[in-house]
């Protein structure tokens, strides 16, 4: 996919492309073009090798209907920073438990003190031509005043566990390139950088 503008003249202002090759890094750079989002897609061999004493958690299935507010208030607190997942309302939530691909056995939840506190959300892809079906991550979230406690990492395993457990052997999820917690937990699972998908755009917006 790409997306371009260019001005009056024909000189590039703003470009989008996924999956980005290094001629369009080449490119944006060469017109002056800032960086100014870059999401990567990390995959994973499955199932994980865990060390034996790793910490687990114990999950349940998500309950549409019953869990939404318990679960959008974690799921906001934890994304308030990020583009796209914060300020998510019972709407947003509900469009999605209605897609065809909606398995509430793959949307772990995670309770502290009868409170929903963390939450593995995760998507399963069939095979296509170029990929073989892929266990997503879908989304993640911890609540703030639990992080550094290992529940994301704790989570994150258990929901690649039951991806493995559905058949997959391969685990994907997407992160901003700018999301250090998370790009160090995941490195640290053993997620290796697959693709990435970038914006870009002239500093002067009066361009554009
Ligand atoms: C990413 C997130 C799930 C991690 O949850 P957590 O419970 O705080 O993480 P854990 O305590 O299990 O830590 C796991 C690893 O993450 C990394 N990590 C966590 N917090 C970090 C921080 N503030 N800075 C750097 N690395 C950090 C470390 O590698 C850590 O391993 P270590 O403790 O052995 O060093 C949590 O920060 C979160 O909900 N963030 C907002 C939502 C989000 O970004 N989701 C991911 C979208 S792709």
Same mark, same amino acid.
């Given at each position: ?60 299935? !998500? $309950?549409? =209907? &019953? *869990? ?8 906001? #607190? +934890? ?58 991550? !879908? $989304?993640? =979230? &911890? *609540? ?8 994301? #990492? +704790? ?54």
């Amino acid at each position: 996919m790409r997306r371009e503008l260019r001005d009056e003249e024909g000189a590039l202002i703003a470009l989008e492309v996924e999956p980005v090759s290094a001629d369009d890094r080449a490119e944006a750079d060469d017109a002056g073009l800032r960086l100014t989002r870059e999401i990567l897609q990390l995959r994973v061999s499955l199932p994980l090798a865990i060390p034996p004493n790793a910490p687990v958690v114990t999950t349940r299935p !998500f $309950v549409p =209907g &019953v *869990d939404d507010e318990a679960l959008l208030e974690v799921n906001n #607190r +934890a994304f308030a920073w990020h583009p796209d997942q914060s300020d998510w309302s019972v709407d947003d939530l509900q469009a999605r438990v209605a897609e065809d691909w909606f398995d509430p056995e793959g949307f772990r939840v995670h309770e502290h003190e009868g409170r929903i506190v963390g939450f593995c959300w995760t998507k399963v892809h069939p095979p296509t031509d170029v990929d073989p079906a892929l266990g997503e991550i !879908f $989304v993640i =979230g &911890v *609540d703030p005043d639990h992080h550094g406690r290992g529940l994301g #990492r +704790a989570l994150v395993v258990d929901g690649l566990a039951h991806l493995a457990g559905r058949g997959l052997r391969t685990g994907m999820l997407h992160v901003e390139h700018d999301n250090t917690a998370a790009r160090r937990l995941y490195r640290s699972l053993g997620f290796t950088e697959h693709s990435a998908h970038c914006w870009w755009r002239a500093d002067d917006t009066s361009r554009s």
